[in-house]
């Protein structure tokens, strides 16, 4: 890719549907506004996005941002992967994106779409992830680890992170093939892979992994310690997302406040339920 920086301090990268188009470009606005790392490049891989749909997401923030496109076969691959609940196929797409930035050799991090970022990044950039693959925030409760570990024949306390924010060591990720082969773990076992791309990474990856604190994915469902105010990227991981009326998630308002800057800000309908 011939317009990236020279050398970028961090690349920022999100992946999404038209389904979760608002949910980016709101995400993307509360980066610009919070996040503190003005030098990061952003980077939206897309699953069929038009471009009417790129250009919305390019009105949120002041900066530009490079949209990777999958190629025919790729887009195929993960349509064919298992997906429940909420998640669709676009959520395997993380796991080939250090591969489609093979030109990239520094920090990589990724943020799903459902997130804001809430206070500054810079502290997670500066985090030291020596030989391991990448940090993450560990999951929770203990009963849906425990729960997720044993459907994946794992020891029931094995560490298990979400997914959501992963900060990537772009090295160790290629050497160990992290990508291909949570893909095909998932290829092999659709029948218990119900947290797609998370589940396939947590089994592949074992213990190469270091967590993170969980200011750094927020998450009501994981019974996340303190108030969502302290948090630096907070993750609606429930089916009904902010921008559903029926959502009661404690952040919700800040996420209306951060999509009155995007121009989803008229919008009078709060119902976009995904899943």
């Known amino acids: 890719m011939s317009n990236w920086p020279a050398t970028p ?36 891989c897309g699953f069929n996005l038009t471009p009417q749909d790129e250009a919305l997401l390019m009105q949120c923030v002041a900066r530009p941002i490079t949209f990777v496109a999958m190629s ?17 196929s676009i959520s395997y797409a993380r796991l080939l994106l250090p591969d489609l930035l093979s030109d990239r050799s520094g920090p990589l991090l990724y943020i799903d779409s459902d ?3 809430n206070r500054s990044l810079r502290p997670l950039v500066e985090t030291e992830l020596g030989d391991y693959a990448l940090a993450a925030v560990p999951d929770g409760p203990e009963k849906f680890v425990t729960w997720r570990n044993r459907v994946l024949g794992r020891a029931p306390d094995a560490p298990y992170f979400n ?13 160990l093939r992290l990508g291909e082969t949570s893909l095909a773990f998932a290829e092999a076992n659709p029948a218990i892979v119900d947290w797609a791309d998370q589940d396939s990474l ?21 019974g996340a310690p303190g108030s969502f105010e302290l948090a630096h990227i907070i993750h609606f991981t429930s ?15 800040l ?21």
């Open 9 to 44: 301090a961090l690349t920022v990268a999100c992946c999404l549907d038209s389904n979760y188009l608002e949910l980016a470009g709101v995400m993307l606005r509360s980066l610009e506004a919070n996040g503190d790392v003005p030098d990061a490049h952003l980077v939206v």
């Open 72 to 88: 025919a076969g790729e887009r195929e691959r993960l349509s064919a992967l298992p997906v429940r609940r909420q998640v669709t």
């Open 115 to 117: 997130t804001i970022v």
């Open 163 to 175: 997914a959501g924010v992963q900060l990537i060591n772009l090295v160790q990720w290629r050497q």
């Open 202 to 222: 947590n089994i592949v990856i074992g213990a190469n992994w270091t967590p993170l604190p969980h200011v750094w994915n927020w998450c009501t469902e994981s």
């Open 239 to 253: 089916r009904l997302k902010p921008n559903d009326r029926a959502c009661e998630h404690p952040a919700k308002a």
């Open 255 to 275: 996420y209306l406040q951060h999509r009155a800057n995007t121009p989803w800000r008229a919008k009078t309908s709060e119902i976009s339920r995904i899943g």
